[in-house]
Nanobody, 126 residues
Framework: QVQLVESGGGLVQAGASLRLSCAAS????????MGWFRQAAGKEREFVAG????????GYADSVKGRFAISRDNAKKMVYLQMNSLEPGDTAVYYC???????????????????WGQGTQVTVSS
């Protein structure tokens, strides 16, 4: 059973930066694409960023493109989300997730992810 633990959330002012981290427990971590998703209060969970199993392909939601950057360190079994120029609209619980398909490209579809972390709260004040 894969376990994912997110950290790095917090309360910041608009324009600030945060770096989220996701630690994976499974030894097959480096065989799977990873994704970051978020869920704001009263809204559906949405794709934020994804990275292929090798780290060579990245993808972002239009709302965060140019401000957020996803990366991974397969040796450490870690995935990161660097968030810059944060806006109040970025306020949400952020989740990392493992794509269920081995050696896959990233995907924005929630249905392709089968393991999720517990989430970390990001709150951006204006």
């Amino acid at each position: 059973q894969v376990q994912l633990v997110e950290s790095g959330g917090g309360l910041v002012q608009a324009g600030a930066s945060l770096r989220l981290s996701c630690a994976a427990s499974d030894s097959t971590f480096n065989m799977h694409a990873m994704g970051w998703f978020r869920q704001a209060a009263g809204k559906e969970r949405e794709f934020v960023a994804g990275i292929s199993w090798s780290g060579s392909r990245l993808g972002y939601a239009d709302s965060v493109k140019g401000r957020f950057a996803i990366s991974r360190d397969n040796a450490k079994k870690m995935v990161y989300l660097q968030m810059n120029s944060l806006e109040p609209g970025d306020t949400a619980v952020y989740y990392c997730a493992v794509n269920k398909i081995y050696y896959s490209d990233y995907s924005p579809r929630l249905s392709e992810y089968d393991h999720w972390g517990q989430g970390t709260q990001v709150t951006v004040s204006s």
